[in-house]
């Protein structure tokens, strides 16, 4: 897929993944007492001191990845959660589950993007660890990397309808980032959301 054109001005999808993740994040913070949650190659023995807008915006200023490519992290985040359920997004681990879902969705969704050593870079992370952590996220995502355009509209639908409400996801009935929606777009409930989403 051909980048869509990027300007200096930050998209909206950036500022409102980032609202997003934080929230998740706290969310998970604060119940990790209470779930049996793992330890796992992105987590870092300490959160790190960056807020989580100021990185993606850090990633998109020079990475220079398409918008889209955000909205399909962001797939492949809750992908990752919901195959990974002990393993939920938290303050200790979501910088280094950004850079690398950012990284693996340009590389699937742009023409051009750069190698690993320059996302390492922007990440502040090793390109030993950032290739580590590639390789462990594509099998935490069992390699179900296609999407759909039926997928990317849902979810870009979505987070659209997110923004428009300005309210916080309710996480009453998960602690991991979910988009409620099944990875098979055929089913009845995809299409009833879209049916619920188009309205």
């Known amino acids: 897929?051909?980048?869509?054109?990027?300007?200096?001005?930050?998209?909206?999808?950036?500022?409102?993944?980032?609202?997003?993740?934080?929230?998740?994040?706290?969310?998970n913070d604060a119940n990790r007492r209470l779930d049996s949650q793992k330890i796992s190659v992105f987590h870092g023995l300490s959160r790190p001191t960056i807020s989580i807008q100021t990185y993606l915006e850090r990633i998109f200023k020079y990475a220079d990845?398409?918008?889209?490519?955000?909205?399909?992290?962001?797939?492949?985040l809750d992908r990752f959660a919901q195959?990974?359920?002990?393993?939920?997004?938290?303050?200790?681990?979501?910088?280094?589950?950004?850079?690398?879902?950012?990284?693996v969705s340009a590389k699937f969704m742009d023409d051009i993007y750069y190698n690993n050593a320059y996302y390492a870079k922007v990440g502040g992370i090793?390109?030993?660890?950032?290739?580590?952590?590639?390789?462990?996220f594509l099998f935490g995502l069992s390699f179900h990397l296609n999407v759909t355009p039926d997928t990317f509209h849902t979810y870009c639908s979505y987070l659209q309808r997110e923004m428009l409400?300005?309210?916080?996801?309710?996480?009453?009935?998960?602690?991991?980032?979910?988009?409620?929606?099944?990875?098979?777009?055929?089913?009845?409930?995809?299409?009833?959301?879209?049916?619920?989403?188009?309205?």
């Open 165 to 199: 409400l300005e309210s916080p996801l309710s996480l009453a009935t998960s602690l991991k980032l979910q988009c409620c929606f099944n990875d098979d777009d055929s089913s009845p409930t995809h299409q009833k959301q879209q049916k619920q989403l188009a309205v």
């Open 1 to 27: 897929m051909a980048k869509l054109e990027t300007s200096n001005v930050m998209p909206k999808v950036v500022t409102f993944l980032s609202s997003l993740l934080e929230k998740v994040s706290r969310s």
């Open 126 to 136: 090793s390109t030993g660890e950032l290739n580590f952590l590639e390789v462990d």
């Open 65 to 76: 990845c398409s918008p889209s490519c955000f909205v399909v992290a962001y797939i492949y």
């Open 83 to 103: 195959r990974q359920p002990s393993l939920p997004i938290n303050s200790y681990n979501v910088h280094r589950l950004l850079i690398t879902s950012i990284m």
